[in-house]
């Protein structure tokens, strides 16, 4: 099905992506957002009054966060914008983009805001009291490293996933190391000419503010942490787990940001454009749980009921971008879709750029719209794996209106 509800082309923005325990990791995530959003907003002449609903999508708690959206619109000086706070993992921009998509669609919502942002650094620590225990002692997790290490259900390590699919599709570490080498190489054409693509939907240089949100301490260029790849270098590289096939270089790493996109009615979304004859619809939506510790192949069937709900076939997609903490998902997409692997992920994926989880789906989408403008228009796909062994995929098109 085509959805009524659309994007204005322009009308997102994400920061750029600082590598743990990097340069944003000082921040409140949320307030960090609310802090962009509002010059973001400006910069677009999107008045805080235009908008009525708003979705919230992070997945490592901040201080405060129980208050969620309504906080986040409240610092933005949006206070009369309520919506809900969503968590599903690395899936969470496209659960919240379909969130805003269907609030619009049913005529709830004229023009709604995702924000997704996390803060992978210094994630909380979590105590849980035992009542049944001695005084009441009970068991401590560190929310970000303690989840990325176990599946409570599957019992395995995100690393060991990406294993059981290397070994099922017996995809070796040097196919890995050629499509991370095809990777940075794609990145290069995002940062070229002074960050020309980024700085279609990212302010840079972006200033870094104190904790207080009065001065600025640092500068950030662009993404911060981004490791240059050779073949000489990931040849040196040795598998993470005994017996693997998954190095470092073959895998994302862990990052602090923050991305936002506005979804509104047909006649808002032409207003709010930044180019009014750029038409962007969003077709369809998909999601899979595949078997259990095979986390990387999720995505291919969750593309294909996006494809399915969209009425498209893979042969009608121009391009298509994903969330790849793994090489070995891309290699598993072009394996079992037929779509060339070299034309997958143009200008940047997270597999190199990193991943703060709740935004870095949204990044992706941003980019995939912008790849296909500068490609004439067109229909893109986004897909990309979450924990618990599932995938959202996102089906849109850019065209003229």
């Known amino acids: 099905m085509t959805h009524q509800a659309e ?3 322009g009308a997102y923005w994400s920061t750029p992506f600082a590598r743990w325990q990097g340069s944003l990791s000082h921040l ?4 960090l957002a609310a802090h962009v959003a509002k010059d973001e907003m400006a910069a677009r002449d999107i008045p805080m009054e235009a908008l009525d609903y708003g979705v919230l999508g992070t997945t490592v708690p901040q201080q405060s966060v129980f208050y969620g ?3 986040l619109t409240g610092m933005m000086g949006a206070d009369h914008v309520g919506g809900p706070t969503i968590a599903q993992a690395c899936a969470t921009s496209a659960r919240c983009l379909q969130a805003a998509t269907q609030e619009v669609d049913a005529g709830m919502s004229e023009t709604a805001l995702v924000m997704t942002t996390d ?3 210094n994630g909380p620590q979590i105590f849980y009291p035992e009542p049944q225990s001695l005084g009441g002692t009970g068991s401590h997790e560190n929310w970000t ?3 990325m290490a176990k599946d409570p259900y599957g019992g395995t390590s995100m690393t060991q996933t990406a294993e059981n699919v290397a070994r099922k599709y ?5 196919a890995q190391h050629d499509v991370v080498l095809r990777r940075w190489e794609q990145y290069q054409d995002a940062v070229k000419d002074d960050h020309a693509f980024h700085k279609t939907y990212m302010r840079l240089p972006f200033e870094v503010p104190d904790k207080r949100y009065r001065k600025t301490v640092h500068s950030m260029e662009g993404d911060e942490g981004v490791t240059a790849s050779t073949k000489e270098g990931l040849a040196k590289l040795r598998p ?5 096939t998954v190095t470092f270089g073959g895998q994302t790493h862990p990052a602090d940001g923050n991305t936002a996109m506005i979804v509104t009615s047909p006649d808002k979304a032409q207003e709010l454009s930044r180019d009014k004859n750029v038409r962007i619809k969003i077709l369809g939506f998909g999601l899979a749980r595949t078997e259990v510790a095979h986390m990387p192949q999720a995505p291919v069937p969750a593309a294909k009921r996006a494809l399915e709900a969209a009425g498209l076939a893979i042969g009608d997609i121009d391009a298509v971008k994903t969330h790849n903490p793994f090489a070995v998902n891309d290699l598993i997409f072009a394996h079992e879709t037929g779509f060339p692997i070299e034309d997958m992920n143009n200008y940047g994926c997270s597999l190199i750029f990193g991943h703060p989880q709740g935004p870095t789906g949204l990044r992706l989408v941003i980019e995939l719209i912008e790849e296909l403008k500068l490609r004439g228009g067109g229909n893109g796909l986004f897909t990309g794996c979450a924990a618990g062994d599932t995938a959202m995929a996102v089906v849109l098109s850019v065209g003229d209106r």
């Open 28 to 31: 409140n995530s949320v307030e």
């Open 240 to 244: 993470v787990l005994e017996d693997g």
């Open 145 to 147: 490293l303690d989840n």
């Open 69 to 71: 959206l309504p906080w």
């Open 7 to 9: 994007i204005p082309y």
């Open 119 to 121: 803060k992978t650094s």
């Open 170 to 174: 017996q995809i070796t570490t040097e």
